[in-house]
């Protein structure tokens, strides 16, 4: 579907202005001269100011142009259940993450999708382990943020 950037940045627009006011609720960070909500805020002005250009361009060009369409890609059965795959595994993830973990449900969700795209089953299977392990790394180590570990919980460092 292809909905004109008018409505989409209408739609960024209300999620730039729900962010801003959430960001503000944040409780500040001891010792800081920010709190938690300063990065949240700042990307929620980013997203707002790009929003309205979004909108007006879209409002000039807009001329004999539908407000919504059935994008090209949608017409075409394997793209459209590549997608519907790609939405189904999110929901997949959300579901089972706390119960199954992040680094199986990572590494499933990519060799599924890498299959789907006919990617050979040896290289899938490595760049799926590679990414669910940096990635683990980066959210684990360097944010500390945790991610589900799930059947792993005993394993993990």
Same mark, same amino acid.
């Given at each position: 579907m292809k909905v004109s950037d008018v409505i989409s940045g209408a739609? !960024?627009?209300?999620?730039?202005? !729900?962010? !801003?006011?959430?960001?503000?609720?944040?409780?500040? &960070?001891?010792?800081?001269?920010? #709190?938690?909500? /300063?990065?949240? %805020?700042? $990307?929620?002005? #980013?997203?707002?100011?790009?929003?309205?250009? &979004? $909108? /007006?361009?879209?409002?000039?060009?807009r001329a004999g142009t539908r407000w919504v369409a059935l994008a090209d890609w949608a017409r075409d059965g394997k793209t459209l259940g590549n997608f519907l795959l790609a939405l189904a595994l *999110?929901?997949?993830?959300? !579901?089972?993450?706390?119960? $199954? #973990?992040?680094?199986?449900?990572? *590494? /499933?969700?990519?060799? $599924?999708?890498?299959?789907?795209?006919?990617?050979?089953?040896? %290289?899938?299977?490595?760049?799926?382990v590679v990414a669910t392990l940096a990635i683990q790394f980066a959210f684990s180590d360097m944010l500390r943020v945790p991610l589900p570990r799930g059947l792993l919980a005993g394993y993990l460092w």
């Open positions: 739609l !960024f627009l209300a999620l730039a202005a !729900f962010v !801003f006011v959430y960001a503000q609720t944040l409780p500040p &960070m001891p010792g800081q001269r920010y #709190g938690a909500g /300063a990065f949240p %805020t700042l $990307i929620a002005l #980013g997203l707002g100011g790009f929003s309205l250009l &979004m $909108i /007006a361009q879209a409002w000039r060009r *999110i929901l997949v993830y959300v !579901f089972f993450s706390e119960r $199954i #973990g992040f680094i199986p449900l990572s *590494i /499933a969700i990519l060799l $599924i999708l890498f299959w789907r795209q006919g990617i050979r089953l040896g %290289t899938g299977a490595a760049v799926a």
